[in-house]
């Protein structure tokens, strides 16, 4: 069982922003399109640091499909894993003819 003094507490950072950065959260904030595209249920009327965790959580989205893209594509670089995809895929075949 897990208390809640045992979870880490969230830290609150202080996070700088250009004048770019605010004009991107303003289009966001002002479009349905937009916010419709970040996780979760974000509304216009949302805070800015809603906001800004939304943006931060479709990020790091973005950066883990990045690394599993990159993993695939290491994994059909690599001949020993694409030589035993192929015999396995060979294999199912054989048995499905059978």
Do not use: C, W
């Not at 303003?26 to 249920?41: D, E, F, W």
């Not at 949302?46 to 939304?54: G, K, M, N, R, T």
């Not at 883990?64 to 199912?92: K, M, P, V």
């Amino acid at each position: 069982m897990t208390s809640e003094t045992s979870l880490p507490a969230p830290k609150r950072l202080s996070l700088p922003l250009s004048a770019q950065d605010i004009k991107d959260l303003n289009l966001i904030r002002g479009s349905a399109q937009h916010l419709s595209a970040l996780p979760g249920k974000v509304s216009e009327n949302a805070s800015e640091a809603e906001l800004v965790h939304a943006i931060f959580e479709a990020g790091l989205a973005r950066v883990r499909e990045a690394i599993e893209l990159a993993g695939y594509l290491e994994l059909s670089n690599d001949e020993e894993y694409t030589n035993h995809r192929t015999q396995r895929r060979a294999a199912a075949g054989q048995r499905r003819s059978e």
